[in-house]
């Protein structure tokens, strides 16, 4: 089993849709839990952290579930600008500089 | 503006030949990586430093070496012994110990001719 594993998708959704994409992780230690952007052939950027109580940024909200060892992130109302790889990535215990754990990435598409 | 630059953009290697990658950030952050990502898979941790002459390897560092002899700058050359470099290379930072935000420079492609 991979350490983070994503749908890879794509999902393909029309402006206005509200879509979730979900990140297993295998080490039931984990301690810090993040979403990255990441557009087309450009670095990725950190969209959010994740905390145990769930957090939300404006149109989008992170949430863990523990017990089930996963990372979710919602998008609603989808913008065209929302298009790009969402990368998961996890920290390894116990933990550190060398112990973050990239996800292979979920690709949303929104259409017009 | 602070930041992390990553040069060249793209970068062409011919068979045999060693090739360095330069990056350079103005953060002031400690830690400094280096990633590779290839298509359909994750980010992985290639080598890693902490601090000014000091460096650690990944979880791939076979046919790469570093050097970290300032604390802006942590160049990566891909040697001759890496038999499949074509790849996109991605510089980070972060801060402190308990800092594990990443902050990324925009990437080098490199490609074999």
């Known amino acids: 089993r991979k350490e983070v594993e994503q749908d890879p998708g794509p999902f393909n959704v029309p402006e206005g849709a509200t879509v979730a994409f979900n990140c297993t992780y295998s080490?039931?230690?984990?301690?810090?839990f993040f979403w990255y952007r990441q557009d087309c052939r450009k670095e990725p950027k950190l969209l959010m952290s994740?905390?145990?109580s769930g957090n939300e940024d404006g149109r989008f909200t992170a949430q863990l579930n523990r017990a089930s060892q996963y990372i979710s992130l919602l998008i609603r109302d989808s913008k065209l600008s929302d298009s790009a790889t969402y990368l998961c990535v996890v920290n390894i215990p116990p933990g550190g500089y060398n112990k973050l754990i990239f996800g292979a990435g979920t690709r949303l598409a929104v259409h017009p | 503006d602070g930041g992390i630059t990553q040069s060249p953009k793209y970068l062409f290697r011919k068979e045999g030949q060693n090739v360095t990658l330069s990056c350079e950030q103005n953060?002031?952050?400690?830690?400094m990586y280096w990633y590779r990502q290839d298509p359909g898979q994750g980010l992985r941790l290639i080598y890693y430093?902490?601090?000014?002459?000091?460096?650690q390897k990944g979880d791939i560092a076979e046919g790469y070496s570093v050097s970290r002899e300032k604390k802006e700058s942590f160049p990566l050359t891909v040697t001759s012994a890496q038999k499949n470099p074509t790849a996109f290379y991605l510089c980070?930072?972060?801060?402190?110990?308990?800092?594990?935000?990443?902050?990324f420079g925009s990437g080098t492609q490199l490609s074999v001719l």
């Open positions: 953060l002031n952050h400690d830690a």
């Open positions: 080490n039931s230690a984990s301690q810090s």
């Open positions: 980070a930072s972060s801060q402190g110990d308990s800092n594990e935000k990443l902050f």
């Open positions: 994740v905390y145990s």
């Open positions: 430093s902490q601090i000014v002459n000091d460096f």
